[in-house]
C-alpha cells in the first residue's frame, strides 16, 4: 500500500510565494518521476512541473521562471516552490509519482490534493 500525502497549500496574496510538499510512504521499493499537476475549477488537470529520479525538470510554460519542483530521495519527497504567485495559479494541486513496491510493479500513484488559492 503507497499513501501520497500532500501539504503546504493555502491562500496567498499576488506576488507571493507557497512551498507545497507530497511525501510518499508504503512498501516502497523506487520511485521513478515525480511530477505536480494542477485543476482549476472547471477546468482539465495540466500538468505543472516533473522532475526524474535524478536532476532533470520541466515545466509548463505558464510557470517557468516562478515554480520550482525539487525532491529529496531519502524522504520520498517531491517539493513545488512557488513564487510571484498569480490568480490564475488558482487551483487543486496535485502529486504524482511512479513508484515500485516490494509486490507490486512499478506504476502511477495520486496524492488527494491541496488546495492553493492566489486572492487579494
Known amino acids: 500500500q503507497v499513501q501520497l500525502v500532500e501539504s503546504g497549500g493555502g491562500l496567498v496574496q499576488p506576488g507571493g510565494s507557497l512551498r507545497l510538499s507530497c511525501a510518499a510512504s508504503?512498501?516502497?521499493?523506487?520511485?521513478?518521476?515525480m511530477a505536480w499537476y494542477r485543476q482549476a475549477s472547471g477546468k482539465q488537470r495540466e500538468l505543472v512541473a516533473s522532475?526524474?529520479?535524478?536532476?532533470?525538470?520541466d515545466y509548463a510554460d505558464s510557470v517557468k521562471g516562478r515554480f520550482t519542483i525539487s525532491r529529496d530521495n531519502a524522504k520520498n519527497t517531491v517539493y513545488l516552490q512557488m513564487n510571484s504567485l498569480k490568480p490564475e495559479d488558482t487551483a487543486v494541486y496535485y502529486c504524482k509519482a511512479d513508484i515500485a513496491t516490494y509486490v507490486t510493479y512499478r506504476r502511477d500513484y495520486w496524492g488527494q490534493g491541496t488546495q492553493v488559492t492566489v486572492s487579494s
Open positions: 522532475i526524474s529520479r535524478g536532476t532533470s525538470t
Open positions: 508504503g512498501n516502497i521499493f523506487n520511485i521513478y518521476g
